[in-house]
């Protein structure tokens, strides 16, 4: 390696591209394993195998980066920041995911990830933000790695490191209007909400009774870097507990829409207890918003941390993938009524 590679002055995002296929046409076992369902339908996929996917490949294209400099480091996802679905995949065709680093700051990296099919008539699938960042655990205990800058030549790698930037921006201003107070048209649909449950007759559907909770251990199989269990495989468990209980409200088929955001709060070691909670926190007119978290507990240690906090977009349709609607549902308690307008707040109706 010469001294401008080691400094990373002559190292472009393009240098970094990664790509990666899944041969469904010529690996039956492998189509099978990624099958939502025996009955033939549109769109026949595990949404959560495609998350898990993602994860690997992000780690991968991080990783190869970050290994010029610190051959001996690995990488950990922060954060999922974004999954848009823009079309539906099967089993049939294969997947190609084409990955670039986008942005390089002290010790994180964005990921793009681009999903496409190969088949007759299909395309784009969908597009994939990732947040990784640089560890090193050579004294035991894991500290965050200083990164060399990409050089951004291209226009295009330039138009992207921007865009990376300003989602990085519209992620920080996002904290800090969680905190808000309601605006005023906002605590007037909430009192809205509240009013319709006093009226005589109420039949309508409170958001207390759209929850589903797993529970389980963390085993061997489940590793990725030592002694921490693989967050692919965490969050496709958060993504498949959020579906069924998005399949609670919707009168039809649920189908993946947005990932609106994952983040990695904390590692998940073998032997810990793993709480997977997932609740229905509002609806739009097709759509349907789950916030799904992972807590886990480390009975060795005494210690309890949330893991994973997750949320989900899915669309409600119909046989043809057509959108249809769904029923309102009324948030109670305090709790209730945050969860409910940070949802709102990240519609996609």
């Not at 790509?19 to 189509?31: G, Q």
Request: contains cysteine; neutral net charge; proline residues 5%.
């Amino acid at each position: 390696m010469n001294e401008s590679e080691k400094n990373g002055a002559a190292i472009t995002p393009h240098d970094t591209r990664y790509l990666f296929v899944l041969p469904f046409s010529t690996d039956p076992v492998l189509a099978r394993r990624f099958l939502a369902s025996d009955r033939h339908m549109v769109g026949n996929i595990r949404f959560g195998k495609i998350l898990e996917t993602l994860d690997k490949v992000a780690e991968n294209t991080t990783l190869a980066y970050v290994s010029r400099f610190y051959p001996d480091a690995r990488v950990v996802t922060a954060a999922i920041d974004s999954v848009v679905i823009r079309n539906l995949a099967d089993t049939n065709h294969d997947l190609v995911f084409s990955a670039q680093i986008n942005h390089v700051g002290r010790s994180s990296m964005e990921v793009g990830i681009r999903v496409e099919s190969l088949g007759a008539g299909w395309g784009h699938l969908a597009t994939c933000y990732f947040t990784m960042v640089a560890r090193s655990a050579d004294s035991g205990e894991a500290r965050s790695l200083a990164l060399p800058p990409l050089t951004y030549a291209e226009e295009i790698e330039v138009k992207r490191y921007k865009k990376a930037e300003q989602r990085r921006q519209a992620y920080r201003e996002s904290l800090a209007k969680a905190e808000e107070m309601p605006s005023l048209d906002e605590y007037l649909f909430l009192k809205k909400l509240h009013k319709e449950q006093e009226a005589e007759g109420f039949s309508g559907i409170r958001v207390g009774q759209l929850v589903l909770a797993s529970t389980q251990r963390a085993y061997p199989e489940q590793e990725n870097v030592p002694k921490t269990v693989f967050g692919g495989y965490l969050v496709r468990r958060a993504y498949e507990l959020a579906a069924l209980a998005a399949e609670m409200i919707a009168p039809g088929r649920v189908v993946p829409c947005q990932v609106n955001r994952i983040n990695f709060n904390q590692p998940v070691f073998l032997g810990d207890q793993l709480k997977f909670i997932a609740r229905v926190v509002y609806t739009g007119k097709t759509t349907i918003t789950v916030q799904s978290d992972i807590e886990r507990f480390s009975r060795d240690a005494g210690d309890k941390a949330l893991s994973n906090s997750c949320l989900f977009t899915f669309r409600n349709v119909d046989s043809d993938l057509q959108p249809q609607p769904v029923p309102p549902i009324y948030p109670v308690t305090y709790a209730e009524d945050a969860r409910y307008l940070n949802a709102y707040r990240q519609r996609v109706d």
